[in-house]
């Protein structure tokens, strides 16, 4: 299970549009990233903010201090938009952005809420769709002992297709949009047991939804999720945990889905240097079906980062995992991927990448359904190229140029995707 808290963003994905300046506005903060329950930005600069300020006279400086607003736009060319060998549909796709991010730093207090949509129109198809997600934290950081924090985050996302991503184990094709609602609440508590060793336990409840098209209801979950972890410092560059995670899934559309998950895990993180970091992570996991099957696993992750030299960054990532499946005749799968990327600073201004990735899923006969056709059981490849430009023209105006490759070897389809993005923050 520990696969679904340790994901991160590939190059070639949209970035969030407030970036670094909302960024900055949560590490006015004393509490440490890592240790963060309230928002998962990283921070790419420190801007200080004043402290315990009230709101006064002047309530439009109180709120600008504390407020990021940006807007952008997007155009995207896609050669298969629904992922066929045959009757490819390319697709150009127009996209007005905006976001808003609110951070309230009063002493050892930190609450805010960030707003994001992307109205997009696609043009070949003549239909307009709405993204959406909003988020809300507050985290407490007295600085003694514990911290603690707790955060709310909804998204609504609209697609022609589901299931290209490596833990997703089947694409679906929708002749209508399939929108997609997620609902999150979660809550996390730090607490120092003396210099070097530390618990943290942490709950979360997930709903997931699918709206239309009705026939894709199946993929329909509640998820119950606790997890009880321990870190232990064995050098200021070296810290060592290990915790127990107990998972409940609930499928309204078909209870022989239901089930429940119990894992334990251990891991480290290691600054090898100044320029190197690695992160590894091995679980055990035993989940229980409804159905009466039962399935006992390993699974594992390993992250490396390297900085070659001032201008270059390598990153590695490969996962290992069963995971399961709310999308099939199947109960669960396996899925296996590797990711790499190189990072190069052109200029101060100018920033490029280049990545790639294989995914593999495969199942066996014990996971299928009664009933279920055999042919469900064979694996599929997915490999991906992408490359990336971004420039900050002036302060606060960026474009940024992406491109991605992908191509599947079981659905045997290839894929041409090619976005332009402008942004502006304010």
Request: aromatic share 10%.
């Given at each position: 299970m520990a696969q679904n808290h340790v994901k991160t963003?590939?190059?070639?994905?949209?970035?969030?549009?407030?970036?670094?300046c909302a960024a900055a506005l949560l590490w006015a903060h004393p509490a440490q990233a890592e240790e963060r329950v309230g928002t998962p930005i990283m921070p790419e600069h420190?801007?200080?903010?004043?402290?315990?300020?009230?709101?006064?006279?002047?309530?439009?400086?109180?709120?600008?201090?504390r407020t990021r607003l940006a807007y952008g736009f997007e155009e995207n060319y896609r050669d298969n938009l629904l992922a066929q060998d045959n009757n490819r549909q390319e697709e150009f796709m127009s996209t007005l952005e905006g976001e808003i991010f609110f951070s309230d730093p009063r002493g050892t207090l930190l609450y805010g809420?960030?707003?994001e949509f992307n109205a997009r129109r696609y043009h070949h198809k003549n239909v307009e769709a709405l993204d959406?997600?909003?988020?809300?934290?507050?985290?407490?950081?007295?600085g003694g002992r514990y911290k603690y924090g707790f955060r709310y985050d909804f998204y609504l996302n609209n697609s022609f297709t589901f299931g290209r991503e490596s833990d997703v184990d089947?694409?679906?094709?929708?002749?209508?949009?399939?929108?997609?609602?997620?609902?999150?609440?979660?809550?996390?508590?730090?607490y120092a047991l003396n210099d070097t060793n530390a618990l943290v336990p942490s709950v979360s409840y997930k709903v997931y939804e699918v709206i239309r098209?009705?026939?894709a209801n199946a993929t329909d979950r509640n998820t119950l999720t606790a997890k009880l972890d321990m870190d232990h410092d064995l050098s200021p560059a070296l810290v060592f945990f290990g915790g127990y995670e107990f998972e409940d899934a609930v499928i309204p559309s078909d209870s022989r889905k239901d089930s429940q998950a119990h894992g334990i895990h251990v891991g480290l993180r290691h600054e090898l240097s100044q320029i190197s970091s690695l992160k590894s992570e091995l679980s055990f996991v035993r989940r229980e079906f409804n159905i009466g099957k039962t399935f006992s696993t390993p699974d594992f992750l390993l992250e490396w980062k390297y900085l070659l030299n001032p201008r270059t960054t390598l990153k590695f990532k490969y996962t290992d995992s069963n995971l399961p499946s709310y999308d099939?005749?199947?109960?669960?799968?396996?899925?296996?991927?590797f990711d790499g990327e190189a990072a190069y600073d052109l200029t101060p201004l100018i920033r490029t990448s280049f990545g790639g990735s294989y995914d593999r899923t495969k199942s066996t006969a014990d996971s299928l359904l009664p009933g279920a056709p055999s042919t469900l059981t064979?694996?599929?490849?997915?490999?991906?190229?992408r490359a990336a430009v971004e420039w900050d023209i002036i302060e606060k105006l960026h474009v940024s140029i992406y491109y991605r490759y992908s191509r599947a070897t079981t659905a045997d389809y290839t894929e041409n995707n090619v976005t332009i993005q402008i942004e502006k923050e304010l």
């Open positions: 963003f590939a190059a070639g994905t949209r970035r969030s549009l407030v970036g670094a420190i801007e200080e903010l004043p402290r315990n300020a009230e709101p006064s006279a002047s309530l439009f400086s109180y709120l600008k201090d809420t960030d707003y959406q997600d909003a988020h809300a934290f507050l985290d407490v950081d007295p089947v694409i679906q094709r929708f002749a209508q949009l399939r929108t997609d609602v997620r609902h999150s609440v979660s809550g996390s508590y730090r098209p009705s026939s099939s005749n199947l109960l669960e799968f396996r899925s296996s991927s064979t694996a599929s490849d997915r490999y991906g190229l």
